[in-house]
């Protein structure tokens, strides 16, 4: 029987990896974030096609922006593989489809937790619903006034399927349960903002075009940064979950 592997399989970093780790589901914003955000930015990963990039945000301090890929199986490889390197604290900074009629296209979500529709994160022990770090879902709060805030459902299917989404969830994605979940049992501080660029509420999608997204995800990008930003002015050590 071979033994634990010692490194991560699928990063394989070219880079330093900061303390603290911004998470869009797609590469190409992962991009557009790094060259927005940092300073100096270098490549942190490019296996598998999650790229990933570390840099000097505008605290001074490094940042790291790395891609999960779309879905929780990809995101809890990351997650896990990131906290293997030494990751403290991550925020998903994603997209999502809007379930409430009043929650329109280019509204930012805080998830004040994530409703565990997906296989991956009950595979790893969640219930019917994962918290974020609680100092992380105050400073996303407070970094991001307008927000809307409230439980986001996390599923795996994007094409076809009934949506079972609880009666309380804002809005629908595919990795934040997952990312909280893993982020839970390896000692993370995890929190989540999403922008919506679908409205579904009406049973249709109507969905923003690709410039009203790249709009949206550099507002996304910039709102996960800001409350990583202000936790590290807070000196806050680590974690805080609900009991
Ligand atoms: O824009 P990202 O962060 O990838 O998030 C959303 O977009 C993808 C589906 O289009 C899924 O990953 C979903 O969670
Ligand atoms: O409808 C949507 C939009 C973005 N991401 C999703 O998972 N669903």
Do not use: K
């Not at 991560?8 to 590469?27: K, M, S």
């Not at 307008?146 to 076809?160: E, H, I, R, S, W």
């Amino acid at each position: 029987m071979a033994a634990p592997h010692p490194h991560p399989i699928h990063l394989r970093p070219t880079a330093e990896l900061a303390p603290r780790v911004l998470l869009p589901g797609d590469p190409g914003r992962a991009l557009q974030l790094a060259t927005l955000l940092l300073d100096a930015p270098l490549m942190f990963n490019h296996h598998r096609g999650l790229w990933g990039y570390s840099g000097t945000a505008s605290d001074g301090e490094p940042l790291t922006i790395q891609s999960t890929g779309m879905g929780g199986p990809s995101a809890a490889i990351v997650v896990s593989e990131l906290a293997m390197l030494g990751a403290q604290r991550i925020v998903r900074v994603g997209t999502c489809g809007s379930l409430r009629a009043d929650v329109r296209l280019g509204a930012l979500v805080v998830a004040t937790e994530a409703l565990a529709g997906d296989g991956t994160s009950r595979a790893l022990g969640a219930g019917a619903r994962v918290a974020p770090d609680l100092d992380l879902l105050a400073a996303l709060r407070a970094g991001a006034p307008d927000a809307v805030c409230g439980p986001v459902l996390t599923t795996d299917v994007f094409y076809g399927g009934e949506l079972d989404a609880p009666r309380d969830a804002v809005a629908v994605e595919m990795e934040a349960a997952a990312i909280f979940q893993v982020a839970a049992r390896t000692g993370l501080a995890a929190g989540c903002v999403l922008a919506v660029t679908d409205e579904l509420a009406g049973g249709e999608r109507r969905r923003m075009d690709d410039e009203a997204v790249e709009a949206a995800g550099e507002a996304v990008g910039r709102a996960g940064a800001a409350a990583l930003l202000a936790m590290a002015r807070s000196g806050r050590p680590g974690p805080t979950r609900p009991r």
